[in-house]
């Protein structure tokens, strides 16, 4: 049966590639400062009117309390009492940055060193691709009752689906919940993702002047606002670049999936030379410890600047906090870091932006099981799990909606598709594996479940 099933993946893979090209060049960023929201609406309705003719006879767009839309539809199967399955995925993307950075155009989906190149081509518009292909591959022999959303602003974090979900549980309440924004340890290495680190994003602004004043009138004793800045960051983090937060834990081990030393370099792409930064191995560092990462720092640009010592500055952070640590009381332990280690007498203000708390997935359910076996047999290798360091805060809300429903996270990415960076791509045979995957687990989930 699975080779049947392959056989007629492996023959739409062509159509699937024109499909995704269609789907990449929709500038679908949630953002309408940068990109026009008509793109987003396209993007919306090129998914609903695929689903609709696979089924999803009710597929639609629902608005959702940020203003996005999301593609809602179920698919009931002819057994009432079969299982209901969710299909989640997100249309929008994230935007192109630096669009000179980009080897190909980056909303041109691009045939690069064997993989297809283009913003969204992993992340999440492949997936989308993925799902469609499973279900035309099993036409009408689906025995699950099939769920499908489709979200708009998942990349922009403004919890549309997230809200929506809690003012609607009965819409999306599944057995099963596949997070399919997620990848595989390597191409052609499947697994599940079972961890997520949360997350706690904050500015600190640093003031010690009034204005700026003639470094050389009153350079020497006068505190220098953006050395007060740099220090404070300085000490969040050891000599070994480890994260150092008074009153966070940092001794945590990973027990699943290692991840190769020299692999991660070569997927990170660190220069010769650069060290790996932490005490624990990668995977402790990477899915198992907290994580500071300063995103971008106010100051005066070096072209433009004058002799003058700056009065304020400011830096915006990033912390990724494991299961295990609560992310509120990380936020809480940040701003207090802050505070205390500001040199001087500095004055800091710290803006609080977002918090969002980690996520850890039950492994012991059946259908985690399925489709574990499933993978393999796509694969022809046993699927193996991950951590994750990004968050996904719906994770979260769907735990808390549905005790009872087995959420795995799983996708067509992986590290060389370069998510969320210039020249993300694809590789094909991720998409076309993790189909035959999907396909195989509803063709088979419907009978275990009820037996």
């Given amino acids: 049966m699975a080779e049947r099933i392959r056989e007629r993946i492996r023959a739409m893979m062509p159509a699937a590639r024109d499909e995704l090209a269609e789907l990449v060049a929709l500038r679908s960023v949630a953002d309408p400062r940068q990109f026009p929201p008509e793109e987003c609406a396209k993007a919306a309705e090129w998914v609903r009117g695929r689903?609709?003719?696979l089924g999803f006879d009710d597929a639609r767009l629902v608005r959702t309390p940020d203003g996005s839309d999301a593609v809602i539809g179920s698919r009931p199967a002819s057994d009432p009492h079969a299982p209901t399955v969710l299909l989640y995925g997100h249309y929008d993307v994230q935007p192109?940055?630096?669009?000179?950075?980009?080897r190909t155009p980056?909303?041109?989906?691009?045939?690069?060193?064997?993989?297809?190149?283009g913003r969204g081509a992993a992340d999440c518009k492949g997936n989308i691709i993925m799902h469609l292909l499973a279900l035309r591959a099993l036409g009408d022999h689906i025995p699950v009752n099939l769920k499908l959303v489709v979200e708009g602003s998942e990349e922009q974090g403004t919890g549309g689906l997230e809200?929506?979900?809690e003012a609607n549980p009965e819409v999306l309440r599944a057995d099963v919940i596949l997070v399919c924004d997620t990848g595989n340890a390597a191409v052609g290495r499947p697994a599940a993702t079972v961890s997520l680190r949360g997350f706690a994003n904050a500015v600190v602004r640093v003031e010690t002047l009034s204005s700026e004043i003639h470094s050389g009138m009153f350079g020497g004793p006068a505190p220098d606002a953006l050395a007060a800045l740099i220090a404070v960051l300085a000490s969040l983090r050891d000599a070994r670049g480890a994260t150092t937060i008074d009153g966070l834990e940092r001794t945590q081990v990973w027990t699943g999936e290692p991840y190769d030393a020299d692999q991660f370099r070569a997927d990170a792409g660190l220069l010769d030379g650069v060290d790996l930064l932490g005490d624990g191995s990668v995977a402790d560092e990477l899915w198992a410890r907290p994580a500071l990462t300063v995103l971008g720092i106010d100051c005066p640009p070096v072209v433009g600047s004058s002799a003058s010592?700056?009065?304020?500055?400011?830096?915006?952070?990033n912390l990724r906090v494991p299961p295990g640590t609560s992310a509120r009381a990380a936020h809480d332990a940040l701003a207090a870091h802050l505070r205390a280690h500001a040199p001087w007498g500095a004055h800091v203000e710290v803006e609080t932006e977002a918090v969002g708390e980690p996520f850890l997935a039950a492994t012991g359910g059946p259908a985690f099981r399925a489709l574990a076996d499933a993978m393999e047999t796509a694969?022809?290798?046993?699927?193996?799990?991950?951590?994750?360091?990004?968050?996904?805060p719906l994770c979260n809300v769907f735990a808390d909606s549905y005790p009872d429903a087995e959420i795995i996270l799983m996708g067509v990415e992986e590290p060389l598709a370069l998510i969320h960076a210039p020249n993300e791509s694809v590789d094909s045979g991720?998409?076309?594996?993790?189909?035959?995957?999907?396909?195989?687990?509803l063709r088979g989930h419907g009978s275990v479940a009820r037996g």
């Fill in 379 to 392: 694969y022809g290798v046993p699927a193996t799990t991950l951590g994750q360091g990004g968050s996904i």
């Fill in 51 to 53: 689903f609709a003719v």
């Fill in 106 to 117: 980056p909303f041109e989906l691009t045939d690069a060193g064997g993989r297809w190149a």
């Fill in 96 to 102: 192109p940055l630096d669009e000179s950075a980009w």
């Fill in 309 to 317: 010592i700056a009065p304020r500055a400011a830096a915006r952070l």
């Fill in 430 to 441: 991720e998409i076309e594996n993790l189909a035959l995957a999907l396909a195989v687990f």
């Fill in 163 to 165: 809200r929506f979900v």
